[in-house]
DNA sequence: GCTTGCCGAAACTGTCGGTTCCGTCAAGTG
DNA sequence: CACTTGACGGAACCGACAGTTTCGGCAAGC
């Protein structure tokens, strides 16, 4: 092996050729998402998808490995407003500021977050995707959380993640089993009775 | 129109003929639960599930109106083994025990619900098919709660409906995203922190 | 023996996820 | 300018699947 391959593991060639169309990336997430929110938005196909974005089949498996990975880079996309935690107040409020902000931001991509669980059971790429998501979500309610057991707020011996378990096992419990609406009144009431009980 | 066809709305004809093996349904229903259960269990087929029960699609498709049928009557038929509600002791204790013998019960048609759950987010007949299985379930527990409240050991103001929110969503919540065992540890400490919560 | 109706075998239809081939066109390089 | 690289559309194609249909045989009752 030459040792320039060691210098420059990955060839840095500049890149010639046509370049990617951006526009074909967000006509085909926007598609998707679309399709997803209509009528018969569970059995979405790639034809359909690729149809309403006006693209080729071939385009979109060129940088998209599969279905599942296509839904899941549409949820991320629209998913990251960033609900940032704001932690100015105590711990009550911020939890449910955070809460009412979850739950509104996931009520707007409810039918993606149910086409790419319907995706995750029957592809195991997918479902790890899906997981490494919720996962994420997780990791800033459990910031806020801890953050409340240092400040006093909470008992240092509340189960944290037991409580997570309830917001989120209620949150994809609504959008997955019941189909009722994730409202900001279910957010505040749940909050509050997840800190009451815990302080 | 005679009157008779209003004394005699369906025709009770004794029935003819050849009589329905019971041995297929009980092997078409052993076959889904068990392919289920194996790896792999989240893809099978109507034919994988013929060939397995020894049975022609033709016959399923007799008696079954879909796959999600199928699936549906499996999980009917492994799941009510009757998960009685004792309600000799207190709420907290009868609550525990219920959980306890629920998580317990679910975890072992754990691939049979994922499998319905995946039917269900495809054909809204088998949605349809799934909700009233949970609502029945759900059944016994307010039962079980609304008993609690009319003894004085929950105050009246609470929202039972929340609380059974947050048990049956945390267990779909395992079932379907973090696939972790429903162990009776869980059931417990679930149960007591409800249920302290709100006394 | 005759009808009714259960059952298996197998071919068939339509749909879907994913692949492949071909022709075209855009962007950079010499 | 010619030439190479690579994005893109169109369309055919493959294998798997849910669900249907056809045929032929077999069991239960009349």
Redesign the pocket.
């Known amino acids: 092996m030459p040792s320039d391959v060691a210098r420059e593991p990955v060839a840095p060639?500049?890149?010639?050729?046509?370049?990617?169309?951006?526009?074909?990336?967000e006509?085909v997430l926007k598609s998707a998402a679309d399709l997803l929110a209509g009528p018969?938005g569970l059995?979405?196909?790639?034809?359909?998808?690729?149809?309403a974005?006006?693209?080729?089949?071939?385009?979109?498996?060129?940088?998209?490995?599969?279905?599942?990975?296509?839904l899941l880079e549409a949820l991320v996309e629209r998913a990251q407003q960033e609900t940032s935690i704001p932690r100015t107040g105590t711990l009550a409020t911020d939890v449910e500021s955070f809460l009412v902000a979850t739950f509104d931001a996931v009520e707007r991509v409810a039918p993606l977050f149910r086409g790419l669980m319907a995706e995750a059971l029957r592809?195991s790429?997918a479902a790890e995707g899906m997981r490494e998501f919720v996962a994420a979500r997780r990791q800033g309610l459990r910031a806020l959380l801890t953050h409340g057991v240092e400040q006093g707020e909470l008992p240092p011996e509340t189960d944290l993640e037991l409580m997570m378990d309830q917001i989120y096992g209620l949150m994809w419990y609504h959008l997955l089993i019941t189909h009722t609406p994730l409202t900001e009144e279910l957010a505040v009431h749940l909050a509050r009775t997840l800190i009451r009980s815990a302080a």
């Open positions: 060639r500049p890149h010639t050729g046509r370049r990617r169309n951006p526009a074909v990336r006509a018969d059995t979405v196909s790639m034809d359909a998808i690729a149809q974005a006006g693209v080729s089949k071939h385009t979109i498996y060129r940088w998209w490995p599969s279905k599942g990975a296509v592809d790429k």
